[in-house]
C-alpha cells in the first residue's frame, strides 16, 4: 500500500489538472459550485497540484490504516468471495444476468450496459468495463474515463453471502449479550458510548437509516439508551447499564472485519475524500 501511495503522491500536475478541471466542470453542470463540499475541493487545489495529491495520498493512507488495514482480511474475502459468485453466474446464466444482478438499475442487452436510475447511461462498449466489488458502495458507482485511457469502472455493493451470515452467526453465539439482543445491535450498543445521531450511525456502520432506527428505538425501549434533543436533531447515547453490559463482553464489536466504515473527519479537517469519492 504504500508505494501505491507514493504513486498517488507523485501524481504529474497536468494530469491532476486534466481530471480536476473535469471534475469541476460535471460538479456546476450539475448545478453544485457553490457548495461547501465542492470549496473544500477547489481551496485544495489553489495550493497547487502538488499539493493537492499529497493531501489526496494522506487521507487515503490514513483511511487505509484506520479502518481497512485491521480488517482487509476479512474485507479480501469478501470480495473474492463476491467475485467467484458473479464469475460463476456467468458461467451458469450469461453475462447478461451476471451484470443485470448487480444492482435492480442495472440491466445488459445487445452489448450495452444500461443503468437507468434517476438518470439514464448506457455504456456500449462493454468489453471495457472494470468491475469494482465493493464493501464499501451503498449503490452503484460508474466512473467513464472521458479520455479513453483507463476504461469505464463500475463499483457495486458486495452481495451479503452465507459467509458473511456464518460470521455474524458465530459473533452472536461467541456472546451472551449477542445472544440475547442480536448482533445488529450489540455494534450500535459498542458505538454509542458518546452521543449520536441516526444518519451518523447508519453512515459509519454502514446500515440503513430505517435499520438503525428501528434497532435505537427498541434499545431505548428497555432502557438501554438514553434520548436527548438539541433542535431538529435526536441524539442515542448507552446508558449506564448498557455501559456495562459492554464492557463485560471484553472485545469491542468495532474491531470485528466485515463492518468497514466510510472515509470520515480527521482531527477536524475536512476531507478531499468525502468529496471526490460521494
Same mark, same amino acid.
Given at each position: 500500500?504504500?508505494?501505491?501511495?507514493?504513486?498517488?503522491?507523485?501524481?504529474? /500536475?497536468?494530469?491532476?489538472?486534466?481530471?480536476?478541471?473535469?471534475?469541476?466542470?460535471?460538479?456546476?453542470?450539475?448545478?453544485?459550485?457553490?457548495?461547501?463540499?465542492?470549496?473544500?475541493?477547489?481551496?485544495?487545489? %489553489?495550493?497547487? %497540484?502538488?499539493?493537492?495529491?499529497?493531501?489526496?495520498?494522506?487521507?487515503?493512507?490514513?483511511?487505509?490504516?484506520?479502518?481497512?488495514?485491521?480488517?482487509?482480511?476479512?474485507?479480501? /474475502?469478501?470480495?473474492?468471495?463476491?467475485?467467484?459468485?458473479?464469475?460463476?453466474?456467468?458461467?451458469?446464466?450469461?453475462?447478461?444476468?451476471?451484470?443485470?444482478?448487480?444492482?435492480?438499475?442495472?440491466?445488459?442487452?445487445?452489448?450495452?450496459?444500461?443503468?437507468?436510475?434517476?438518470?439514464?447511461?448506457? !455504456?456500449?462498449?462493454?468489453?471495457?468495463?472494470?468491475?469494482?466489488?465493493?464493501?464499501?458502495?451503498?449503490?452503484?458507482?460508474?466512473?467513464?474515463?472521458?479520455?479513453?485511457?483507463?476504461?469505464?469502472?463500475?463499483?457495486?455493493?458486495?452481495?451479503?453471502?452465507?459467509?458473511?451470515?456464518?460470521?455474524?452467526?458465530?459473533?452472536?453465539?461467541?456472546?451472551?449479550?449477542?445472544?440475547?439482543?442480536?448482533?445488529?445491535?450489540?455494534?450500535?450498543?459498542?458505538?454509542?458510548?458518546?452521543?449520536?445521531?441516526?444518519?451518523?450511525?447508519?453512515?459509519?456502520?454502514?446500515?440503513?437509516? /430505517?435499520?438503525?432506527?428501528?434497532?435505537?428505538?427498541?434499545?431505548?425501549?428497555?432502557?438501554?439508551?438514553?434520548?436527548?434533543? %438539541?433542535?431538529?436533531? !435526536?441524539?442515542?447515547?448507552?446508558?449506564?447499564?448498557?455501559?456495562?453490559?459492554?464492557?463485560?463482553?471484553?472485545?469491542?464489536?468495532?474491531?470485528?472485519?466485515?463492518?468497514?466504515?466510510?472515509?470520515?473527519?480527521?482531527?477536524?479537517?475536512?476531507?478531499?475524500?468525502?468529496?471526490?469519492?460521494?
Amino acid at each position: 500500500m504504500e508505494d501505491e501511495l507514493r504513486l498517488v503522491a507523485a501524481t504529474p /500536475s497536468g494530469v491532476i489538472a486534466r481530471q480536476m478541471g473535469w471534475f469541476l466542470k460535471s460538479a456546476r453542470a450539475e448545478g453544485a459550485s457553490e457548495s461547501p463540499r465542492l470549496r473544500t475541493v477547489m481551496t485544495a487545489l %489553489e495550493r497547487g %497540484e502538488r499539493s493537492f495529491a499529497q493531501r489526496v495520498a494522506l487521507e487515503l493512507g490514513h483511511f487505509w490504516r484506520e479502518c481497512l488495514a485491521p480488517r482487509w482480511r476479512a474485507v479480501q /474475502s469478501l470480495i473474492e468471495g463476491d467475485i467467484q459468485y458473479r464469475a460463476a453466474a456467468v458461467a451458469r446464466r450469461g453475462l447478461g444476468a451476471a451484470l443485470g444482478s448487480l444492482h435492480p438499475v442495472l440491466s445488459y442487452r445487445a452489448g450495452a450496459l444500461r443503468i437507468q436510475d434517476e438518470r439514464t447511461w448506457t !455504456v456500449s462498449d462493454s468489453k471495457k468495463i472494470v468491475l469494482h466489488p465493493s464493501p464499501l458502495a451503498k449503490t452503484w458507482m460508474l466512473r467513464d474515463d472521458p479520455w479513453g485511457e483507463s476504461g469505464v469502472h463500475l463499483a457495486y455493493p458486495i452481495r451479503p453471502s452465507r459467509a458473511d451470515d456464518a460470521v455474524t452467526a458465530g459473533q452472536t453465539r461467541a456472546n451472551p449479550l449477542g445472544r440475547v439482543i442480536g448482533h445488529a445491535r450489540l455494534v450500535l450498543l459498542a458505538d454509542l458510548g458518546r452521543p449520536r445521531t441516526t444518519t451518523e450511525l447508519a453512515g459509519r456502520l454502514h446500515m440503513s437509516a /430505517s435499520t438503525v432506527s428501528y434497532h435505537l428505538v427498541r434499545l431505548h425501549r428497555v432502557g438501554l439508551l438514553n434520548r436527548t434533543r %438539541e433542535g431538529s436533531r !435526536v441524539y442515542y447515547r448507552r446508558t449506564s447499564e448498557a455501559d456495562r453490559l459492554v464492557a463485560s463482553r471484553g472485545r469491542h464489536p468495532r474491531s470485528e472485519p466485515v463492518l468497514v466504515p466510510s472515509p470520515g473527519r480527521a482531527e477536524g479537517d475536512p476531507q478531499l475524500l468525502d468529496v471526490l469519492l460521494s
